[in-house]
């Protein structure tokens, strides 16, 4: 196995989410003290869960994608991400990709899926023809910070939130 830092090559199985993964995608959500204290368990909100899974399942431009360790059957969920395209006018209308809620379970961090997951997303970017991926991380974390410097990623931007 690799390491987060982008040694050899880990092998996931990725693929886009279905409504049944819905459970476990909060779970990995849930699976630290950030996620935590925004994110209500999948029994508590299950219904708010279905209803906005069903917009990004509708609409081409967003896919949460989950890894597992194995092809096929019922392997449970190591990781999972959201895959958002965005269309602007700057870069001469360039497409960029926005990667969000990136998790990988506690269980198995270290162990080279964050990279192979990266690498997943930043290849299924590619092929839909983004020129950028982009991404935010909590300043709460240095170590992710530290992760996605390794794997290529510069923190030119400031980035704001507003809660509405």
Avoid: W
């Amino acid at each position: 196995m690799g390491n987060d830092a982008g040694g050899p090559a880990t092998t996931l199985a990725c693929r886009p989410a279905v409504k049944a993964d819905l459970p476990a995608i909060v779970a990995l959500l849930n699976d630290d003290v950030f996620g935590l204290s925004r994110n209500p368990l999948y029994a508590d909100a299950a219904a708010d869960y279905e209803r906005a899974f069903a917009v990004l399942e509708g609409n081409g431009e967003n896919t949460i994608i989950v890894a597992t360790t194995a092809q096929g059957g019922d392997a449970p969920l190591v990781g999972c991400y959201q895959l958002t395209f965005i269309r602007g006018l700057s870069h001469r209308g360039a497409l960029r990709a926005q990667v969000e809620s990136v998790r990988i379970a506690a269980a198995v961090r270290g162990c080279g899926y964050g990279s192979a997951l990266m690498r997943d997303a930043i290849e299924r970017a590619r092929a839909r023809g983004a020129t950028l991926v982009q991404l935010t991380t909590d300043m709460r974390r240095p170590e992710t910070r530290r992760f996605y410097e390794r794997l290529g990623f510069s923190a030119t931007h400031h980035g704001m939130k507003r809660t509405l």
